[in-house]
């Protein structure tokens, strides 16, 4: 990523979106917020795709769904 930026790319937020939904389904989430942050930081404005893939992780997320097994039966 970090030599596709400096070969002068400019990413919008579909491209941010790939490498989201990348780093997602292999559950590097706080990366995924990293590229998310860094998206920000360059004013791309997150889309609800954006939300949603982020969201869907989360929630999928093995450690989120045992405590709430654990917590609500």
């Known amino acids: 990523w970090g030599r596709i930026l ?3 790319f400019r990413p919008d937020i579909i491209s941010y979106n ?3 939904k990348g780093l997602c389904s292999c559950k ?3 990366d995924a917020v990293q590229y ?3 998206a920000v930081s ?3 404005v997150p889309t ?3 939300w949603n ?3 869907r992780a989360v929630l999928h997320s093995r450690p989120l769904v045992q405590q709430c097994r654990y917590k609500y039966g």
């Open 18 to 20: 790939i490498v989201l």
């Open 42 to 44: 360059r004013k791309i």
């Open 28 to 30: 590097k989430i706080p």
């Open 36 to 38: 998310l942050n860094d």
């Open 6 to 8: 400096k070969s002068g």
């Open 53 to 55: 893939i982020l969201v």
């Open 48 to 50: 609800a795709i954006t």
